[in-house]
């Protein structure tokens, strides 16, 4: 069946709106992200370090209602590890396990996860990892286009903080929102991108790796080439 070509700039210009709303209510911008902007590192309190801006920012998101996520989800989801890294990973978004403990990449996936960071000679605490989404989407669906629009500008101000040399977007949803490229993550995967000034490797996500561990081989590639990065 064709789209309606009105019905789809309707939604088109409602998702819009809805953005503009929600930037504006959190007070972030994606499309000022570091542009001439100063950006404080600390609290309003004056502390400033990288781990009280960080704290600082999930009270901020603890206490706004950013999206229908917050009314179903159990704990935010904000994100662990060093606020020094210059290794970020970012995934999707919590799934059961990390709902219930308020920390990411816990469950099976995140065990796969560890691996892959130890493949490398670091440990979890070494790096810091996030999702683009902070709350779960009921019975792990798929993250929709609004909260991630919802989201997206707490993980920029996430990353402004921390500032990693590279970041690594794990599976199809963190590299397409990341980079606004709706290319497979099998042709996106193993290559540097730009982020804003940020060198972003996309690859293919731990759950993935699950269903198909014949794929493990070029995750270690790419985690190879982040490792060498990682040393200029
Ligand atoms: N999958 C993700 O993308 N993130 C998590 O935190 C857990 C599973």
């Not at 904000?78 to 308020?102: H, I, N, Y």
């Not at 990693?164 to 794990?170: E, G, Y």
């Amino acid at each position: 069946m064709k789209p309606d070509i009105n019905e789809e700039l309707q939604r088109i210009v409602e998702s819009l709106k809805a953005y503009a709303e929600l930037e504006e209510k959190s007070g972030s911008s994606f499309l000022s992200y570091s542009k001439g902007k100063k950006i404080i590192v600390g609290n309003e309190k004056g502390l400033g370090t990288k781990k009280g801006a960080l704290e600082a920012l999930k009270t901020e998101i603890i206490e706004s209602d950013c999206c229908q996520l917050f009314r179903t989800r159990t704990n935010l989801v904000f994100g662990s590890g060093s606020p020094d890294a210059k290794l970020v990973f970012v995934g999707e978004a919590p799934g059961r396990e990390e709902d219930l403990q308020g920390l990411p990449f816990i469950g099976r996936a995140g065990q796969l996860l560890t691996k892959i960071i130890e493949s490398i000679g670091l440990k979890r605490k070494d790096v810091y990892i996030c999702n683009i989404l902070k709350c779960r989407p009921p019975n792990n669906r798929n993250p929709f286009p609004t909260e991630i629009l919802a989201c997206e500008g707490y993980l920029v101000r996430q990353l402004e903080i921390i500032k990693p040399k590279i970041i690594c977007a794990l599976g199809k949803f963190a590299a397409q929102t990341l980079l606004r490229d709706q290319t497979p993550i099998s042709k996106l995967r193993g290559r540097f991108f730009d982020y804003h000034g940020v060198k972003l490797i996309p690859t293919f996500h731990p759950a993935y790796l699950l269903r198909n561990p014949k794929d493990k081989q070029l995750v270690w590639e790419d985690m190879k080439k982040i490792k060498r990065e990682l040393k200029t």
